[in-house]
């Protein structure tokens, strides 16, 4: 198994890790990306398990008996803080796809995909954020320049969300009733184990 040791984090190739599936060597595939991510296309086989209620016992628990313990997400950010936390937890066999979903897409390996489309999580908050900073500017510069902090504000939270990962924002849209998908028969934000 062919195995990269990067920032202290074991990470795999999309390639090796279709690999490995296909010999049928136990594998569990831990998605930590947002419902609504994992609805539109995911790894088949992997288990929704989304970062900001990421549970080590859960994890533990899913992959048991398995050989190892492959983390999924878009392209790699959130599968490196969930790496973190599940380490510190005491999980094992841990790995991470490198480059995440996008990367075993761009390898061309196959992807289960949802009819249904949703406008990416990201995208809404890049769309909220535009249209109050392009709002709050037209008003400092028409109505009072009091307005203006309303951008600043803004600047602001871009700031701390590119500094530390955290966006207030996008926790805020993934709880908006227009970005639940149906689970196990109801609405729901996971649909962990």
């Known amino acids: 198994m062919v195995i990269l040791l990067i920032r202290n984090h074991m990470k795999t ?10 010999s049928g060597k136990r594998v569990t595939l831990i998605d ?3 419902p609504v991510e994992h609805e539109e296309m995911h790894i088949t086989g992997s288990q929704l398990m989304p970062l900001d209620r990421l549970d080590p016992a859960a994890v533990k628990a899913a992959s048991g008996s398995s050989d190892s313990c492959v983390i999924i997400c878009r392209s790699g950010k959130r599968a490196d803080q969930a790496y973190q936390k599940l380490q510190a937890a005491g ?4 790995t991470i796809l490198d480059g995440g979903v996008i990367a075993w897409e761009s390898a061309g390996l196959p992807l289960e995909r949802s009819e249904k489309k949703h406008l990416p999580l990201m995208r809404q908050v890049q769309l909220v954020i535009g249209l109050f900073a392009l709002t709050g500017s037209i008003l400092a510069l028409t109505v009072n320049k009091n307005f203006a902090i309303i951008p600043a504000f803004l600047g602001a939270g871009l700031t701390l969300a590119g500094s530390t990962g955290w966006c207030g924002l ?24």
């Open 13 to 22: 190739t999309p390639a090796q890790l279709n690999q490995n599936l296909q």
């Open 32 to 34: 930590v990306r947002t």
């Open 170 to 193: 996008a926790i805020l849209l993934s709880k908006m009733p227009w970005n639940k998908v149906q689970c196990g028969g109801g609405k729901t934000t996971s649909c962990a184990v």
């Open 91 to 94: 999980c094992d066999k841990l």
